[in-house]
């Protein structure tokens, strides 16, 4: 019987796997996709996950595959001028920070290659489509396979990290859907982009904004993200052309660029999750919440969460102990460590689709420079959250 099953294997899933056949348990991971399998994303990867991706001994797999490191953020308000702005080089780093860009495609793929190396029992194409229960104690799964025979997997913990549409959702009424408008995000990968230098190039405009970056081999993902509405039908291949070619800065990077692929788009972006209230059972990575892209860090968060899971997760091993009462720590503990950086997300949010907020703001972080960097500091994870989501920031950041 296996210590743990994890359902899902995304970064957070196979993040917790490599953690937790470190400290010696015994893993089955079920994904129900083949890899290499593709995903919608930014993918650029804040700088503050580089020493988790060390940890996990899946860095060097990354760098090999020749990515793309950029410097920091370039950002533009309603074709307004661009910014550019740096990762800052905190207290005790030799030099300024730099985040990865690699496409998902290779990463998740180098990801489950290392969880596969290390000896974790790997299941693709096993879809998990129930829990099972003891004594009020998720204490299994059950789901099917490749060849749509049925199997079920026991283990006193699982682990489920099956990002946005996950089980436990469904399972356990567990997703508070973010009020408002429904959000679309589609992309693609360019080739032959003119990108002025290593920066993720955001531009804000209506609908909505873009993120563009280099991913390395002459290779750029730019992603839309706009209201539901504004698409008014329009089918999303021609809607993110028209609409991409809409903006001079964008314009300017694609204008001899090909699209080298069919547009990809997934729906309804933010949402947050209920505390799971049984025992036998964690959830990481987007499965317990997703925060806007905008901000880029959801592959740092799924990271983070699972590092902290496979602490808790330890705990309760040693004491024998999965229910609630204990597992709840991890509840604790992540939103210590989270809830501010997902209200600084809600007020990004807030502010990028008011042109006179946005406008403003870059204003602001154009005249002061350090405010600049503390904010791109804390959006690539290497500041905590509260000193930008402080009175005394937005003050500054008002009054600039
Ligand atoms: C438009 C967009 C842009 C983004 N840009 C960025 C960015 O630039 N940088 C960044 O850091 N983050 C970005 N993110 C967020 C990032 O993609 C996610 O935070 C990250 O993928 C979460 O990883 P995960 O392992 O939790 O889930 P996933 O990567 O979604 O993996 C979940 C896995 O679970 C499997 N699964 C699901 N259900 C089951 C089941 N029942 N049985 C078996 N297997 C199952 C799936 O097949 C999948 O492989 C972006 C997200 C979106 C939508």
Same mark, same amino acid.
């Given at each position: 019987m296996a210590d743990v099953i994890i359902i899902g294997g995304g970064p957070s899933g196979c993040a917790a796997a490599l953690g937790l056949n470190r400290l010696g348990y015994r893993v089955v991971l079920? @994904?129900?996709a083949k890899f290499p399998? @593709?995903?919608v994303c930014g993918e650029f990867i804040s700088p503050a996950a580089d020493p988790i991706l060390k940890r996990l001994g899946v860095l060097d797999r990354i760098e090999a595959l020749s990515p793309k490191r950029l410097k920091g953020v370039a950002i533009s308000s309603y074709e307004g001028e661009e910014i550019v702005i740096d990762y800052p080089q905190l207290p005790g780093m030799d030099a300024r920070p730099t985040s990865l860009s690699v496409?998902?495609?290779e990463l998740d793929a180098n990801f489950m290659e290392q969880v596969k190396q290390v000896g974790v029992e790997v299941r693709e194409q096993h879809k998990v489509t129930d829990f099972l229960f003891a004594e009020g104690l998720v204490n299994g799964v059950r789901g099917w396979d490749e060849n749509k025979t049925s199997f079920t997997l026991k283990a006193p913990l699982v682990i489920d990290a099956g990002g946005r549409n996950a089980l436990s /959702?469904?399972?356990m009424d567990l997703k508070k859907e973010s009020g408002g408008d429904t959000k679309i995000a589609m992309a693609a990968h360019w080739e032959g982009a003119k990108i002025a230098d290593d920066y993720c190039y955001m531009h804000v405009s209506r609908p909505g904004y873009t993120g563009i970056s280099s991913v390395g081999k002459d290779r750029a993902n730019l992603v839309l993200v706009v209201n539901r509405q504004s698409m008014h039908g329009e089918k999303p291949d021609k809607f993110y052309m028209d609409t991409v070619m809409q903006n001079c800065h964008r314009r300017k990077i694609l204008q001899d660029a090909e699209c080298i692929e069919s547009i990809r788009s997934i729906e309804s972006l933010a949402f947050s999750v209920k505390p799971v209230t049984c025992g036998g059972l964690l959830l990481v990575g987007d499965?317990? &919440? /997703?925060? @806007?892209? /905008?901000? &880029? #860090? &959801?592959?740092?968060?799924?990271?983070?969460?699972? #590092?902290?899971a496979v602490e808790v997760a330890d705990k309760a091993f040693k004491?024998? @102990?999965w229910s609630n009462e204990v597992l709840k720590d991890y509840e604790v503990r992540r939103r210590q460590e989270f809830d501010k950086k997902f209200l600084l997300s809600r007020l990004f949010q807030k502010l990028i689709y008011s042109r006179f907020f946005c406008d403003r703001v870059v204003r602001a972080l154009q005249r002061k420079p350090e405010l600049a960097e503390t904010l791109v500091g804390v959006i690539g994870d290497l500041s905590p959250a509260q000193t930008a989501v402080s009175f005394k920031f937005l003050l500054r950041l008002m009054s600039a």
């Open positions: 079920c @994904d129900q399998r @593709d995903k496409p998902r495609y /959702f469904k399972k499965a317990m &919440g /997703f925060i @806007d892209p /905008f901000t &880029g #860090e &959801g592959i740092y968060l799924s990271l983070r969460s699972s #590092e902290i004491k024998s @102990d």
